[in-house]
């Protein structure tokens, strides 16, 4: 055994998910709860047949969760929607916060801001071509890597990258979220970085 990353405890089965896997399933999940959130939502607002929006919302998760190809477009309706519906809640708690001086308001502000930010960033994740197609087939395909190139995730969006870790300096930025792609510790670790 050579590396170990690959030693398995005792009477526990391995793990065989790959990268896209493991955020696939992520994704899965929070789907689910968006899902909920909305149908709940819904069901308050209409006083609908809830029976109905559960089946509906168990087809959608369902489908998403088994990588049908028309659950792809629905899942970003869905974040998109929730998006919106946390960032509505974020300025109703604004504002109770604001003409009332109700500190839980502030958090709960805050807390559906972090929400509403949080299924953005997932809806940028999958709006990356590499994404979707490992959604749509199972598989990262990406285009040739040059001899000194590696597939890296980008820390702050997640966008699968090519890059040449040998080139890498702290002055380079994701080309998605155009945040730096090496942190300042790191960089100072390595004697990369100098405090001005």
Not at 41 to 67: C, D, E, K, M, P
Not at 95 to 105: C, E, L
Request: hydrophobic share 50%.
């Amino acid at each position: 055994m050579q590396r170990a990353d690959e030693m398995v405890a005792a009477g526990s089965a391995p793990i065989q998910k790959g990268p896209f896997q493991a955020m696939h399933s992520r994704h899965s999940l929070l789907v689910l709860v968006d899902l909920a959130v909305i149908s709940y939502f819904i069901y308050l607002v209409t006083n609908g047949h809830w029976a109905t929006q559960f089946i509906i919302a168990l087809v959608i998760w369902s489908s998403y969760r088994s990588r049908t190809p028309w659950a792809y477009n629905a899942a970003i309706a869905i974040l998109a929607l929730a998006s919106l519906f946390f960032a509505g809640f974020a300025m109703l708690n604004m504002y109770s916060f604001a003409s009332q001086k109700d500190v839980m308001s502030l958090l709960f502000a805050f807390l559906m801001g972090w929400a509403s930010w949080s299924s953005i960033r997932h809806i940028r994740i999958h709006l990356h071509p590499i994404y979707r197609a490992a959604f749509m087939d199972g598989k990262l395909q990406h285009a040739p890597l040059h001899t000194t190139e590696i597939l890296a995730g980008c820390p702050n969006c997640m966008a699968v990258l090519a890059i040449d870790p040998l080139q890498l300096s702290p002055n380079d930025k994701c080309p998605h979220c155009d945040e730096p792609l090496v942190s300042r510790e790191t960089a100072a670790r390595f004697g990369l970085y100098s405090e001005e």
